[in-house]
């Protein structure tokens, strides 16, 4: 089955770090692009980042508002995928999610495959 479970979200002051964690099951993050995601309320979600499969080269891509400050990495070892948030902003305060995902220039989205994970909140305060 195919699975993914969040975690490390927090509540920090503006500038602060946090750290996100994604665990997959039923399948290897080395292979298949993956994705941070994140839905604030009353907006829809959107794509934050993402990792491309070994195959195409590990590219990475990132939403414009958070280059610079986030970044995209992968342990295959743990089959884990991680978001280090620096410098964050009340505006990044949202759920977090991660997911198999498809991702170019442009194009972060959720792959046709897998489900959501149950999210992990990031809430920054000003």
């Known amino acids: 089955q195919v699975q993914v479970v969040e975690s490390g979200g927090g509540s920090v002051q503006a500038g602060g770090s946090l750290r996100l964690d994604c665990t997959a099951s039923?399948?290897?993050?080395?292979?298949?692009?993956m994705g941070w995601f994140r839905q604030a309320p009353g907006k829809e979600r959107e794509g934050v980042s993402c990792?491309?499969?070994?195959?195409?080269?590990?590219?990475?891509y990132y939403l414009d508002s958070v280059k610079g400050r986030f970044t995209i990495s992968k342990d295959n070892a743990k089959n884990t995928l991680y978001l280090q948030m620096n410098s964050l902003k009340p505006e990044d305060t949202a759920m977090y999610y991660c997911?198999?995902?498809?991702?170019?220039?442009?194009?972060?989205?959720?792959?046709?495959?897998?489900?959501w994970g149950q999210g992990t909140q990031v809430t920054v305060s000003s």
């Open positions: 990792m491309t499969g070994s195959r195409s080269g590990g590219n990475t």
């Open positions: 997911a198999a995902a498809a991702c170019g220039l442009g194009i972060i989205r959720k792959a046709d495959f897998g489900s």
């Open positions: 039923g399948f290897d993050v080395y292979h298949y692009a």
